[in-house]
């Protein structure tokens, strides 16, 4: 497994622009998962995500649906927004029958480590700490990726390390 990239930010509207960043470079058929204890900033970057890919929202954290679906405000790809958390197992994620969006939309998985990986050989596997300051430990899995994470390790315009 390659070294992750770890980003920084000191509170939850840095969390969210280091999501719209990274979703402004995300395409159909991304996958993104997610880790992190309760507070960690899972949502709150997810819902950065949705900016930078321009979704209908709002983002929250999906407390009684376990996917949903935010659809393109524009003419890019939609956001599949699954909080995996109550799930028993990757049997039960794949009931979600994600499979049948993957391709053509983006795919971001809380509490997705250890369920989601046969999902897609390509994925960025991203792990939240902290509360207040936290710290993004991004994953790239696959080739797709390299851009991706030199783009966001390159931008200064953040807190990235």
């Known amino acids: 497994m390659p070294e992750p990239v770890v ?3 000191a509170d939850a509207e ?11 470079l995300l395409r159909a058929g991304d ?16 819902q950065g995500i949705g900016r930078g890919l321009k979704v209908r929202g709002p983002i929250t954290s999906p407390t009684f649906v376990v996917a949903r679906v935010h659809p393109s405000l524009g ?6 927004h699954v909080d995996a958390y109550r799930l028993g197992g990757a049997a039960e994620l794949d009931d979600l029958d994600l499979d049948a969006e993957l391709d053509e939309a983006v ?7 250890g369920l989601a990986e046969s999902l897609s050989e390509q994925r960025l596997e991203i792990v939240l700490t902290g509360t ?5 430990h991004l994953t790239a899995v696959g080739d797709r990726w390299d851009e991706v994470l030199a783009a966001l390790a390159g931008d200064r315009s953040g807190r990235s390390t």
Do not use: N
Not at 14 to 24: P, S
Not at 75 to 80: A, I, S
């Open 31 to 46: 996958l993104v998962v997610l880790t992190g204890g309760l507070g960690a900033g899972k949502t709150t970057f997810t």
């Open 14 to 24: 840095e969390t969210q622009a280091l999501g719209e960043r990274l979703g402004d």
């Open 132 to 136: 207040d300051d936290r710290s993004l």
């Open 107 to 113: 795919t971001v998985i809380e509490w997705g480590a």
């Open 7 to 9: 980003l920084t930010a």
């Open 75 to 80: 003419d890019g790809p939609e956001l599949v």
